[in-house]
T-cell receptor, first 116, second 112 residues
């Protein structure tokens, strides 16, 4: 079945450090890939997405590239801020199969803490 | 502004009691979802509905029930059969094709 694996956290960085959060997936077909962010006590917000191989999603300085050959979608940011402290979820959605057509499969989430 | 509204933000349940969590969307989305989030875990799908008057069980449907009488609304009932209901519950909706799911702000359910 489909699954998503994220690096375990928490990840603790100083302000302006480089961020990488690893995400790999297992899926049949051609999934769309997403990164969502969750701030304390809130729901999930879409951060970025990619719908096919070699697509790069980007938003608010965050980037992730859909790598089919390594089944990965790692999240990166060149210079993190304290306000980036949150939980980050990698997810996939496979639209090729009816049963999973509109469902998301989530990773366990990675806590990011940025210190000033 | 379009969005998803979940209520209440906090809910307390007594032993043997059923409680209902509300989810309303004005995004004109066909599909709606309920997820459960436990500490240190990802989201797990409880139920989903792709169209009015139709819904399917997700991965952890036991002890929960839903209805979809209107496109805008997808309430979740946590029944007394759910023995460990304490969690953060998230509702989502989605438009067609490659559109992403949009989430509400969640309801935190606790046991008295």
């Amino acid at each position: 079945g489909n699954s998503v694996t994220q690096m375990e956290g928490p990840v603790t960085l100083s302000e302006e450090a480089f961020l990488t959060i690893n995400c790999t997936y297992t899926a049949t077909g051609y999934p769309s890939l997403f990164w969502y962010v969750q701030y304390p006590g809130e729901g999930l917000q879409l951060l970025l997405k990619a719908t096919k191989a070699d697509d790069k999603g980007s938003n608010k300085g965050f980037e992730a590239t859909y790598r089919k050959e390594t089944t990965s979608f790692h999240l990166e940011k060149g210079s993190v801020q304290v306000s980036d402290s949150a939980v980050y979820f990698c997810a996939l959605s496979d639209l090729r199969y009816g049963e999973y057509g509109n469902k998301l499969v989530f990773g366990a989430g990675t806590i990011l803490r940025v210190k000033s | 502004d379009g969005g998803i509204t979940q209520s209440p933000k906090y809910l307390f349940r007594k032993e043997g009691q059923n409680v209902t969590l509300s989810c309303e969307q004005n995004l004109n989305h066909d599909a709606m979802y309920w997820y459960r989030q436990d500490p240190g875990q990802g989201l797990r799908l409880i139920y989903y509905s792709q169209i009015v008057n139709d819904f399917q069980k997700g991965d952890i449907a036991e002890g929960y029930s839903v209805s979809r009488e209107k496109k805008e609304s997808f309430p979740l009932t946590v029944t007394s059969a759910q023995k460990n209901p304490t969690a953060f519950y998230l509702c989502a909706s989605k438009g067609g094709g490659n559109q992403p799911q949009h989430f509400g702000d969640g309801t935190r359910l606790s046991i008295l």
